[in-house]
């Protein structure tokens, strides 16, 4: 299993507005930003942090910093649940379905509509 880089949740709620707008500046994410408003300061060092972990790249103009996501939301979603069934279900797929069903959080009509999925696979 390929372990990626776990975000803390200011993290992934900054790479969330990354991955919508693909190419942006700190500015960009601050005016997508609900309220209350963050610092420039601290969504700069937000991003800064993603760039160590390897999550966005930059490009600058100047002293405009332009950055641009690295990993894609698929790849860090596949990521966190694979991470999420290791840690929590023992590694077993089946393990997660049960807890679903058993928590009511899956219906038969989705889970006839992943069977399908599989057979096509298949």
């Known amino acids: ?7 803390t949740k200011g993290e992934e709620a900054i790479m969330q507005y990354i991955w919508q707008l ?6 960009d994410i601050l005016e997508k930003l609900s309220t209350p408003k963050s ?5 700069s060092s937000i991003v ?22 690295l990993i894609t939301k698929e790849e860090y979603s596949r990521g966190s649940l694979l991470t999420l ?12 379905v049960s807890f679903l069903v058993e ?14 999925q599989l057979k096509k696979k298949s």
């Open 1 to 7: 299993m390929t372990r990626i880089k776990r975000l």
């Open 22 to 27: 693909g190419r942006c500046t700190v500015t």
């Open 39 to 43: 610092p420039h300061s601290s969504i």
């Open 48 to 69: 800064r942090i993603l760039e160590r972990k390897g999550f966005v790249g930059h490009k600058s103009y100047g002293r405009t910093y332009e950055y641009f996501p």
């Open 85 to 96: 069934i290791h840690n929590y279900f023992n590694g077993s797929t089946p393990k997660l």
């Open 103 to 116: 928590e009511e959080e899956t219906t038969i009509e989705e889970l006839q509509e992943i069977i399908k």
